[in-house]
């Protein structure tokens, strides 16, 4: 099938690759010129295990093609897949001013274009037209009329959420628990249903539903999501206050089959580009349709919480040093900025809220992650240096803060961290060391949902 995704990001790049890797000729469109010309470079404007490689494969087997020219794009297109972004307005409610600024473009092609879906043309070949950015039930019908505005020729809409996740993209596109197709006629979703077949091979279910329970899945999905990792902060914050260890009730809790074990590790909270804003937009349908949804507000107001918390905690102990309290001219090291591990993505993330006050408060921040340093850079400017590995980062530390749980920070050199701070003093966002570990080393270490370890702190300062 002949291709056009509508944005080369997290979601269109990869969406397009893999589509283009099964032998469709896709092509990715974007208004940024500079990633494209990354793109015919050769180079990922994004950070995705593995997508360079698959990128390159079918770049040379001339099956994936990267433009900015909106009409060649879409007038060749069979099938053209909105994959542009729907960040939260200043209200919460998702911005549809790229979707809509798509549908325009796409409208205006299809009228000026010759082809396949002029005249009296099959109805059946008319162009689908397929929203896959997380978009506020009712989009799809507002996508319609903006292209309807421009052209009288026949196309088909259809609603078709994307559920993969930063850091395994390829593999949760290629291997999809479920698709989930919404659209108004049996053609059409018989049509994506042929698309989508190569990618359910293991009996993965393909969902054909109407266009307005397609566009809810999404966003009832994730809030599911953010809720459960609300909810295990919340737990873990009292597990704090009364001296229970979340580590322990965790396992207890999660070895009930009804609750399972996924998505339940207390932290940070969730950031990214997706949950933050997508629980924002079910609050503010809410509040539109005057449908309480005091559940997703809590989910929310629990999140942004427990970056204050965890700053709260740094500057606790920062406040109690005899010589020289409070942050300023403080060093601190700063492991992680990514949202989460396997990702560039620095969208919402803890690391950013957290490094912004200890700015803010006096402190220098040394940071360090193995693929975000250019993505942080647009969101901390020069206010914090970047190391070339950890170890650099904790030269001369007052602190070492962990905001996102890679792999090569779990098992680190604990005797040269130690020898290399100024002070060892730990604030572990992920609980990935173990407390038994801190305190073998010597460590001042504090956690999330546990007690903190400060077996050396009254000989540290003396
Ligand atoms: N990132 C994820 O993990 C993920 C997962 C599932 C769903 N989603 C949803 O998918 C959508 C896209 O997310 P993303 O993270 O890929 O966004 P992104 O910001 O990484 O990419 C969006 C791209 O669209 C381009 N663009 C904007 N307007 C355009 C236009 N008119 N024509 C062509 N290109 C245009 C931008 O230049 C940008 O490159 C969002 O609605 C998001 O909620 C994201």
Same mark, same amino acid.
């Given at each position: 099938?002949?291709?056009?995704?509508?944005?080369?990001?997290?979601?269109?790049?990869?969406?397009?690759?893999?589509?283009?890797?099964?032998?469709?000729?896709?092509?990715?469109?974007?208004?940024?010129?500079?990633?494209?010309?990354?793109?015919?470079?050769?180079?990922?404007?994004?950070?995705?295990?593995?997508?360079?490689?698959?990128?390159?494969?079918?770049?040379?087997?001339?099956?994936?093609?990267?433009?900015?020219?909106?009409?060649?794009?879409?007038?060749?297109?069979?099938?053209?897949?909105?994959?542009?972004?729907?960040?939260?307005?200043?209200?919460?409610?998702?911005?549809?001013?790229?979707?809509?600024?798509?549908?325009?473009?796409?409208?205006?092609?299809?009228?000026?274009?010759?082809?396949?879906?002029?005249?009296?043309?099959?109805?059946?070949?008319?162009?689908?037209?397929?929203?896959?950015?997380?978009?506020?039930?009712?989009?799809?019908?507002?996508?319609?009329?903006?292209?309807?505005?421009?052209?009288?020729?026949?196309?088909?809409?259809?609603?078709?959420?994307?559920?993969?996740?930063?850091?395994?993209?390829?593999?949760?596109?290629?291997?999809?628990?479920?698709?989930?197709?919404?659209?108004?006629?049996?053609?059409?979703?018989?049509?994506?249903?042929?698309?989508?077949?190569?990618?359910?091979?293991?009996?993965?279910?393909?969902?054909?539903?109407?266009?307005?329970?397609?566009?809810?899945?999404?966003?009832?999905?994730?809030?599911?999501?953010? #809720?459960?990792?609300? /909810?295990? *902060?919340?737990?873990?914050?009292?597990?704090?206050?009364?001296? =229970?260890? @979340? +580590?322990?009730?965790?396992?207890?809790?999660?070895?009930?089959?009804?609750?399972?074990?996924?998505?339940?590790?207390?932290?940070?909270?969730?950031?990214?580009?997706?949950?933050?804003?997508?629980?924002?937009?079910?609050?503010?349908?809410?509040?539109?349709?005057?449908?309480?949804?005091?559940?997703?507000?809590?989910?929310?107001?629990?999140?942004?919480?427990?970056?204050?918390?965890?700053?709260?905690?740094?500057?606790?102990?920062?406040?109690?040093?005899?010589?020289?309290?409070?942050?300023?001219?403080?060093?601190?090291?700063?492991?992680?900025?990514?949202?989460?591990?396997?990702?560039?993505?620095?969208?919402?993330?803890?690391?950013?809220?957290?490094?912004?006050?200890?700015?803010?408060?006096?402190?220098?921040?040394?940071?360090?992650?193995?693929?975000?340093?250019? #993505?942080?850079?647009? /969101?901390? *400017?020069?206010?914090?240096?970047?190391?070339?590995?950890?170890? =650099?980062? @904790? +030269?001369?530390?007052?602190?070492?803060?962990?905001?996102?749980?890679?792999?090569?920070?779990?098992?680190?050199?604990?005797?040269?961290?130690?020898?290399?701070?100024?002070?060892?003093?730990?604030?572990?966002?992920?609980?990935?060391?173990?407390?038994?570990?801190?305190?073998?080393?010597?460590?001042?270490?504090?956690?999330?949902?546990?007690?903190?370890?400060?077996?050396?702190?009254?000989?540290?300062?003396?």
């Amino acid at each position: 099938m002949r291709i056009t995704m509508v944005g080369t990001g997290y979601v269109g790049l990869v969406t397009g690759t893999c589509f283009s890797n099964i032998g469709n000729d896709v092509t990715c469109l974007d208004i940024d010129p500079k990633k494209i010309e990354k793109l015919h470079n050769g180079i990922s404007p994004i950070y995705e295990p593995g997508l360079d490689e698959l990128i390159k494969r079918n770049v040379k087997a001339n099956r994936l093609h990267f433009t900015t020219n909106k009409a060649e794009a879409y007038q060749k297109a069979e099938i053209i897949f909105i994959c542009v972004g729907t960040p939260s307005d200043e209200a919460g409610h998702a911005d549809l001013k790229y979707v809509l600024a798509a549908a325009a473009d796409i409208g205006d092609a299809i009228e000026r274009g010759p082809g396949d879906t002029g005249g009296d043309v099959d109805e059946r070949r008319a162009k689908i037209i397929v929203v896959k950015s997380t978009v506020p039930v009712g989009t799809n019908a507002k996508v319609k009329a903006e292209i309807a505005k421009r052209t009288k020729k026949p196309f088909k809409m259809a609603s078709n959420p994307e559920f993969l996740k930063e850091g395994a993209a390829i593999n949760d596109f290629n291997k999809p628990d479920r698709v989930v197709i919404g659209c108004e006629d049996k053609g059409t979703g018989d049509r994506l249903r042929d698309l989508y077949e190569p990618f359910v091979r293991q009996g993965h279910p393909i969902f054909v539903m109407d266009v307005p329970s397609a566009e809810m899945v999404k966003y009832a999905a994730n809030a599911m999501l953010a #809720t459960k990792i609300s /909810f295990i *902060n919340e737990i873990a914050n009292l597990c704090e206050a009364y001296g =229970a260890d @979340i +580590d322990e009730v965790r396992r207890g809790m999660c070895s009930d089959k009804r609750i399972g074990n996924q998505f339940l590790y207390p932290g940070l909270g969730y950031g990214g580009s997706c949950f933050p804003k997508d629980v924002l937009a079910c609050v503010a349908m809410g509040e539109k349709s005057e449908t309480p949804t005091t559940l997703l507000k809590s989910v929310h107001q629990v999140n942004q919480r427990q970056r204050q918390a965890f700053i709260a905690k740094i500057e606790s102990h920062f406040r109690s040093l005899p010589d020289h309290p409070g942050l300023a001219g403080k060093k601190i090291a700063v492991w992680g900025i990514a949202f989460k591990p396997g990702t560039d993505d620095v969208r919402e993330a803890p690391s950013i809220t957290i490094m912004q006050h200890l700015v803010k408060a006096g402190a220098t921040i040394v940071a360090y992650d193995p693929v975000a340093h250019e #993505t942080a850079h647009h /969101f901390m *400017n020069d206010t914090i240096t970047y190391a070339s590995d950890p170890m =650099a980062a @904790i +030269d001369g530390a007052d602190a070492l803060i962990i905001c996102t749980d890679w792999d090569e920070f779990k098992q680190p050199d604990f005797e040269g961290i130690k020898s290399r701070m100024a002070s060892p003093v730990v604030f572990d966002g992920r609980n990935i060391w173990r407390r038994e570990a801190a305190r073998e080393f010597g460590f001042v270490y504090h956690s999330v949902g546990r007690e903190p370890v400060l077996g050396e702190q009254a000989c540290l300062w003396q």
